[in-house]
Each structure stands twice: as structure tokens, then as C-alpha cells.
């Protein structure tokens, strides 16, 4: 009986411990103190506690500190969708495998797109299932009708069929001349 309350206590004691530490995280990030707040919600095992400073600090405008908390949480989408808005294209590169988001795919493939690396943008469109753009790149960047009739006969898209016969007729053209 005695063995039973001392458990029950010190679960207690600790639960009211991380408690008061996330409160003093919170607090810290609220004070101006955003690096020992920061540290202290990620060493905290809490994921919820994550979420609130990151929410917090993206109040702030502290995205780069906001989206640490949200991947440290397992926020993916979340932390990707503020490493977007803090144009930190490599850490949402990494985070595109757990970003269930097509929306995040395809700001992450617009961006590659515009950064000449239409490989990844391909892989990206398609992950966002945006085949009429991944047929485009297919075709205008990569020069690869082959994949492209294969999106297309995979996904049944008419837009995407046009765009090949097009294609088609563009090379055609070109070669005649």
C-alpha cells in the first residue's frame, strides 16, 4: 500500500514537473528568450508543447525556429509549410517524404522548377498528382515523351495527350524544316 502511494507521487511530481516546464518554455519564447525556450521544448517529450512554442514563435515571425519545433514534434506538413514561407528549400526537400500535403508538393515543385532542377520538379508535380504539369516539364524540360506518353496512358489525362500530340507535331515540324 505504502510502495503504491510513493508511485503514484513521484508519477505526480513528474508529471507536474514537465508541466511547469513547458510553461517556462512557453513563457521564455514569450519573454524575448527565444533560444532557451526553443531548447527547452525540444528537449521536453512532449510533442504537444512543440506545436504551442512553434505556433508562438511563428506569431513572431520566427519561422526558421518554428519549423525546428514542428519537425522536432513530427509536424511535417507544418514545418514544411513554414520552411516554404522562410524559402528554406532544402530542409522541405528533406521533408517532402512525411508531407502528406499535395499543396506542398507543388509549391516545392514551382520552386524547383524556377530553379532550373526540373528532375525534382517532376518528381515533385507527380507526388502533388499535378500530371498535366509533370507532362510539361516531361516534355519541354527533360525531353522525355517516353515517360510522358506513359503519365498519360497511366493517368488517362485528355490535356496531357494533347500536349504530347503537340509536342509531336512541334518535332515533326522541326525536322521537316
Not at 506518353?149 to 509536342?167: L, P
Request: hydrophobic residues 35%; glycine residues 6%; contains cysteine.
Amino acid at each position: 500500500m505504502c510502495v503504491c502511494v510513493c508511485i503514484r507521487a513521484c508519477v505526480w511530481f513528474q508529471e507536474h514537473d514537465e508541466a511547469c516546464q513547458g510553461g517556462v518554455a512557453r513563457m521564455s519564447i514569450r519573454m524575448g528568450d527565444i533560444r532557451r525556450g526553443a531548447a527547452q521544448a525540444i528537449s521536453h517529450p512532449s510533442r504537444g508543447l512543440k506545436k504551442d512554442c512553434g505556433v508562438i514563435l511563428e506569431n513572431m515571425k520566427q519561422f526558421s525556429e518554428a519549423a525546428q519545433l514542428y519537425e522536432k514534434g513530427q509536424y511535417y506538413d507544418k514545418a514544411a509549410s513554414v520552411y516554404i514561407r522562410c524559402k528554406n528549400w532544402s530542409k522541405v526537400g528533406e521533408l517532402l517524404p512525411q508531407v502528406s500535403s499535395p499543396k506542398i508538393h507543388l509549391q516545392y515543385a514551382k520552386a524547383k522548377e524556377v530553379d532550373g532542377k526540373f528532375k525534382e520538379a517532376a518528381q515533385a508535380y507527380e507526388s502533388a498528382r499535378d500530371w498535366d504539369n509533370v507532362i510539361r516539364v516531361l516534355l519541354e524540360h527533360l525531353n522525355n515523351p517516353e515517360d510522358a506518353v506513359r503519365v498519360v496512358r497511366e493517368t488517362q489525362s485528355i490535356d496531357g495527350a494533347k500536349m504530347v500530340a503537340r509536342w509531336g507535331q512541334t518535332v515533326r515540324q522541326t525536322v521537316r524544316q
